[in-house]
């Protein structure tokens, strides 16, 4: 079964450390997510976040090196295909090519230069969450407790992408900031990698209502493997997830989830579940309790549908 995942961090420890490798499967116990763990597990398309880690400066600098790594040193192999349009998508379910596609994980970098959006656009940025878990000149991230939501100069970005065509993530966000940008957005939104808080009570986690909103704007949530946003207070399996999916369905989400791993950006893992050919033993035990319809809605088909009707080329 193919699959798609909305979120990992690689890009992230490329940039920490150069020595690092993405296509060199030696450096495997070093990186969750590699080329050939991801040919292996029959991945049709990967988003790498462009995340600026905390010892690094949050400019525009930093984004641009880390849009440099994304296309010299992960995707500039022949079995890669840079995800730009809706044709891309179908060039990869056609063929055995891994796609990429790049995201921000935070704006922070763009320092409210509004004119930037379209640039991030022109260098394949199909993805943007306006904060990590802090505050910034777009908006609360969910660990701020000042209560504050978007920024008017968000507000602002927000509709700068959707008319550039650059979706908004969510996962991040406070929940003022949420619904600021769901009342803010024209297009559907996506929380790339987000699970239940009725199931798991973390801030990261989305509240009924929100995953219902997603639902009625036709987004997607994708299902996430860090331990701490599964369960509380003990280690965390694969029949954890299943817990965070039903919840989801009972929602009416079937039609929005989809994977959103967070591998390389986390330091401790699900029990069995700790790179890309690991997903394998995830889909066979969601085969064990769910039709292969919804697994394959959950691997790639939701989020393959969303990438058809939502992606455009360059400008």
């Known amino acids: ?101 790049l995201s921000l994980e935070g704006v922070d970098g763009l320092q409210g230069h509004l004119f930037l959006t379209s640039l991030m656009h022109r260098l394949g940025v199909r993805f943007a969450g306006l904060t990590w878990n802090g505050a910034n000149w777009a908006a609360d991230g969910i660990l701020e407790d000042n209560g504050a939501g978007l920024s008017s100069l968000g507000k602002d970005f927000v509709h700068r992408c959707n008319e550039q065509g650059i979706t908004i993530d969510v996962s991040h966000l406070s929940e003022k900031s949420f619904w600021d940008v769901y009342k803010a957005s024209q297009k559907p939104v996506i929380a790339s990698h987000s699970n239940a808080k009725a199931v798991c009570d973390h801030p990261r986690n989305l509240t009924d209502e929100q995953i219902r909103a997603i639902v009625r704007c036709e987004g997607l949530i994708g299902l996430t493997y860090v331990p701490w946003f599964v369960t509380d207070g003990r280690m965390a399996t694969m029949h954890d997830l299943l817990k965070h999916i039903n919840h989801m369905l009972a929602l009416g989400a079937e039609d929005q989830l989809m994977l959103g791993s967070d591998f390389d950006g986390i330091d401790s893992y699900i029990e069995g579940l700790k790179s890309p050919r690991d997903v394998n033993q995830l889909e066979s035990l969601l ?17 393959y549908q969303f990438l058809i009707r939502n992606l455009n080329s360059k400008r």
Request: proline letters at 2%; glycine letters at 0%.
């Open 1 to 101: 079964m193919r699959k798609i995942d909305f979120h990992c961090d690689v890009i992230s420890k490329l940039l920490k450390d150069n020595s690092l490798d993405f296509h060199k499967e030696q450096f495997a116990s070093r990186l969750d997510v590699t080329l050939q763990s991801l040919l292996d597990a029959n991945y049709m398309i990967q988003v790498f976040a462009v995340y600026i880690p905390s010892d690094h400066s949050k400019d525009l600098v930093t984004i641009m090196k880390s849009i440099e790594i994304f296309y010299e040193r992960v995707a500039n192999h022949p079995n890669m295909i840079v995800v730009d349009s809706a044709i891309d998508v179908e060039r990869c379910k056609a063929t055995n090519k891994v796609g990429a596609i």
């Open 287 to 303: 085969l064990q309790y769910y039709d292969r319809e919804f697994v394959e809605k959950l691997m790639w088909r939701n989020a």
